[in-house]
């Protein structure tokens, strides 16, 4: 495999994390996931969103940061793979969607003098999925405070990763999950890894499962 730091991105129950899993299983990588169940302010956040989308969003910032920090202090990150559930770079795009435009100024600020101190994936994977199957996936997690997620909320994200993925200029891999099942189905999850034996430029590519 070409690429040893792999990002898995995509909305809201568009399965990151499992294949994330998969791929860290498959090529004996380190895996970083995202703590959201360790995080006080998500459920809040459901609730609340006008009181605790700031404290929320920083201390996603926080978290992330200080878990991609450690994996750079240890030097695993250049000396075996690495896979995470996240691209950094969506703290700005959940940021820019859920803060008001005096918070996201601060926010920004604060998000501009870390960034550089990290690295950048080699390659990151994008699950574009329906909104049905967003809502199916969501459901059939069961974490009680994603159940009432508004759809228009998960359109907004849709759309602003779309956005973040076409206009930066990462090697992006853009997959139709709405055709694919990497869990369920051998085959999409062959295709994928030998996708991941080919080189791409920097830009976006869309990879079609079938």
């Known amino acids: ?46 609730v609340n969103k006008d009181k605790y989308s700031f404290p929320l969003e920083l201390s996603f910032l926080a978290e992330r940061y200080k878990q991609l920090k450690h994996m750079l202090n240890t030097g695993d990150l250049f000396h075996q793979y690495l896979i995470s559930d996240y691209l950094f770079l969506k703290s700005k795009l959940f940021a820019r969607v859920n803060l008001y435009e005096d918070e996201y100024k601060l926010y920004e600020t604060i998000f501009d003098i870390i960034y550089p101190n990290l690295p950048e994936p080699d390659l990151v994977i994008y699950l574009h999925a329906p909104l049905s199957r967003l809502k199916k996936n969501i459901t059939q997690r069961n974490r009680t405070y994603e159940q009432n997620i508004p759809d228009d909320y998960l359109i907004d994200l849709q759309n602003a990763y779309l956005q973040l993925i076409k206009s930066n200029k990462f090697r992006s891999l853009i997959i139709d999950t709405s055709q694919a099942d990497f869990l369920n189905n051998p085959s999409h999850f062959q295709q994928l890894l030998k996708a991941l034996e080919q080189d791409y430029e920097y830009g976006w590519h869309y990879v079609p499962i079938s």
């Open 1 to 46: 495999m070409k690429y040893k730091f792999i990002t898995v991105e995509g909305n809201i129950g568009a399965g990151k994390t499992t294949l994330a899993q998969m791929l860290q299983k498959e090529f004996g990588a380190n895996l970083i996931l995202e703590q959201y169940a360790d995080n006080p302010f998500l459920p809040k956040f459901y």
